[in-house]
């Protein structure tokens, strides 16, 4: 066992802020230690209290290079994706987690790293088949990462289909309307206006409505 803390940080992953960090950004994609060729590391699921995956993946790490498990467990990852969200009629770009109160770990499960994962604050089990940990497929794991690494981001809105708005801006200023669809990836609403006694739809951007 070794004691020495071999962190690296994957340059490509996102970073990931929380309440309660005090404004600290976390890596999305701690490499406690890259995992040598042949050894049987698998990728497995935990669950964790929403909202505070990043407080405990830096946990778990420190754990894991306190109690010499570095040779056991290699990489801890928190899926974002990349969102815009609109308040106040401004955009923002903002990470967001894929898979809100989960933890991905890649390790070699055996007695000693199962307990030093299972009893780390703030993870409250293993995602699998009864009391065993059941490793992601490659296929899965494949899937994850690229959808985490998506390049265009994806816009995040409150509004839902059929809810009733009113138009902020363009011709149809101060009509209203209800939502008849929603392209979050391109930031895109359609509103059924009434004009001329029919309703007809209307593509508008989410800066040009707002909630009723």
Known sequence: MTTNDPMT??????????????????????????????????????????????????????????????????????????KIHIKHGKKYSVKEKIFPGYLLIKMIVDDDSWLVVRTTQGITGFVGLGSKPTPLSPAEVDAIMQFATLGAPKFKTNYSVSEAVKITDGPFNDFLGSVE??????????????????ETPVELDFLQVKKI
Do not use: C, M
């Not at 929603?182 to 029919?198: Q, T």
């Open 9 to 82: 940080i994957n340059d490509n992953a996102a970073t990931v802020s929380e309440r309660g960090l005090g404004g600290k950004a976390i890596p999305g994609h701690l490499i406690i230690n890259p995992s040598p060729e042949g050894q049987n590391a698998k990728w497995f699921v935990v669950h964790t209290y929403s909202g505070h995956e990043a407080r405990v993946a830096e946990t778990l790490r420190q754990r894991v290079a306190t109690l010499g498990q570095t040779d056991k467990v290699f990489e801890v990852f928190i899926p974002t994706q990349d």
């Open 181 to 198: 669809s929603i392209d979050e990836e391109h930031g895109k609403l359609r509103v059924l206006v009434s004009i001329f006694g029919r």
